[in-house]
Each structure stands twice: as C-alpha cells, then as structure tokens.
C-alpha cells in the first residue's frame, strides 16, 4: 500500500452509498451472529461438551490425586547428568 494515505476522497456518491449500505449489512448481521452465538451457548450442554473435547470419563467421580511431581524434575536432573558426562 506504500506510504499513501487511504481515503474515501476519490469515491463517487454512489459508491459511498453502496460502502454505507455495506457497513450496515455487516452491523446487522454481527448483531445476528452475536444473538445466534448467545442462543447456543444457553442451550449448551457442559458435561457432554466436555465429553466431546476430551474423550469419555465419568465426569462425576472426583480425579485421582496427582502424582508428587510431573517427572519434569527428573528429567531435568538426567538431562544435567547428559550434559556433565560430554
């Protein structure tokens, strides 16, 4: 686009009509969308949403209790030991 400034100067009345008409199509169908959007998340069902995203489980039993550390303590361990060794 280079350094020119872009403007709607050298638009003709009726294209500044149909940019008009353009821009309000678009409001109008964003406040659509945004309705839309609002309706489907009421009706949303979160346990089968869930279920869909992560795989099966029954989301009613508590979780396991976690593991003392994620192993990335180790791991870093053994990678300094990697690298001492070279």
Not at 34 to 42: C, D, T
Not at 59 to 77: I, K, M, N
């Amino acid at each position: 686009m280079g350094t020119e400034r872009l403007s709607l100067k050298n638009w003709s009345p009726a294209e500044v009509a149909q940019g008009r008409l353009w821009v309000q199509a678009w409001r109008e169908a964003g406040e659509e969308m945004e309705r839309l959007r609002r309706e489907e998340l009421r009706r949303l069902d979160g346990p089968r949403a869930i279920a869909l995203l992560c795989g099966p489980a029954d989301y009613h039993v508590p979780p396991r209790a976690p593991q003392p550390t994620s192993g990335l303590v180790e791991q870093q361990f053994w990678f300094g030991k990697a690298v001492r060794r070279d």
